[in-house]
């Protein structure tokens, strides 16, 4: 059971835009950075978004991030069918000495 | 170009000490901010934290992990070791090191290693 919350599955068409939530507490999200990792299948996960809302060079900007309270979201838009993969979140708890959470993940699935 | 790439042993049996090398090239664990860490993967779950060691030796576990784990660094081999202790059946996954900055947390991953614990 994953410290950040995400839903298992989310959809849509070329073109479409669709919205990933992760959803943490005070000591991870509500504190912190996050971050967003996108797992082609078979492949290692790649960053997407660093602190909340930054993209990568590389990255397009069909890909975008936020955060408010102790929740975030990735948003896609345009969707393309080469988007289909998970998508993780992750960000550093202040618990304890310190360690870092991630999201129980995203299937994407572009219909 | 920074790279890394995980290497030990695919098959463990239950009860056995697992030892992972991270061996890293175009980055030095000597300079500030600089971090390496151990993710793995489940096969068909999700991601899971495993430990971080950082520019200036100290180190991160995971809390439910934390009593299995070691993590150490040579800089001058640009080497990052994992050693978990008493595996089990269900610590098989795919293994990855990744750099880890305080910019940019996990930037590159290596192409992990799976690792299957069975008798």
């Known amino acids: 059971q994953s410290v950040l919350t995400q839903p298992p599955s989310a959809s849509g068409t070329p073109g479409q835009r669709v919205t990933i939530s992760c959803s943490g507490s005070?000591?991870?999200?509500?504190?912190?950075?996050v971050y967003w990792y996108q797992q082609l299948p078979g492949t290692a996960p790649k960053l997407l978004i660093y602190?909340?809302?930054q993209r990568p060079s590389g990255v397009p900007d069909r890909f975008s991030g936020s955060k408010s309270g102790t929740s975030a979201s990735l948003a896609i838009s345009g969707l393309r069918s080469e988007d289909e993969a998970d998508y993780y979140c992750a960000a550093w708890d202040d618990s304890l000495s310190g360690f870092w959470v991630f999201g129980g993940g995203t299937k994407l699935t572009v219909l | 170009q920074v790279t890394l790439r995980e290497s030990g042993p695919a098959l463990v049996k239950p009860t056995q000490t697992l030892t992972l090398t991270c061996t890293f090239s175009?980055?030095?664990?000597?300079?500030?901010?600089?971090?390496v860490s151990w993710v793995r993967q489940p096969p068909g779950k999700a991601l899971e934290w495993l430990a971080l060691?950082?520019?200036?030796?100290?180190?991160y576990y995971s809390t439910s992990l934390k009593t299995r784990l070691t993590i150490s660094k040579d800089t001058s081999k640009n080497q990052v070791v994992l050693t978990m202790t008493n595996m089990d059946p269900v610590d098989t996954a795919t293994y990855y090191c990744?750099?880890?900055?305080?910019?940019?947390?996990?930037?590159?991953w290596g192409q992990g290693t799976m690792v299957t614990v069975s008798s």
């Open positions: 602190r909340n809302n």
């Open positions: 005070s000591s991870n999200i509500g504190s912190n950075y």
């Open positions: 175009g980055f030095s664990l000597s300079t500030s901010g600089m971090c």
């Open positions: 060691i950082d520019w200036d030796d100290d180190k």
């Open positions: 990744a750099r880890t900055t305080t910019v940019y947390a996990f930037d590159i």
